[in-house]
C-alpha cells in the first residue's frame, strides 16, 4: 500500500457469491470499515466483506474509471478477474494489512 495511490476493489460474500465493487484511497481502512459494518449501505445489509480483488492506480480518476467499467461487466467477466489471481476466492484483507 502505498501513499497516493488509489484502489478498485471487489468484495463478496462467499465464492461466486454477491459482489461489491468500489474505490477508495486507503484500501486497509475502507476494506476494515466494511468488514465490521461501519458502512451503512448494501455490504452491511448483505454481509458482503470479503476482500476478493483490488488493484492499484495512481490517480483517482483512474481508479473511478476502471470502476465503473467493471461495474457493467457481466458477471462472467467479473468472476475471471477474481479467479484469474484469486481462483478460491479467499479473502485477502490479511494480505494487505
Not at 476494515?32 to 495512481?58: A, C, M, P, Q, R
Amino acid at each position: 500500500m502505498k501513499k497516493g495511490s488509489y484502489y478498485v476493489y471487489i468484495l463478496a460474500n462467499k465464492k461466486h457469491g454477491t459482489l461489491y465493487i468500489g474505490t477508495t484511497n486507503n484500501l486497509v481502512r475502507r476494506i476494515y470499515e466494511h468488514k465490521n459494518n461501519l458502512v451503512d449501505g448494501f455490504t452491511k445489509k448483505y454481509s458482503i466483506h470479503n476482500l476478493v480483488y483490488w488493484e492499484e492506480f495512481t490517480d483517482p480518476d483512474s481508479a473511478i474509471l476502471k470502476e465503473k467499467q467493471i461495474k457493467k461487466w457481466q458477471r462472467a467477466w467479473k468472476a475471471r478477474i477474481i479467479e484469474k489471481n484469486n481462483p478460491k476466492w479467499l479473502d485477502l484483507y490479511n494480505d494487505i494489512i
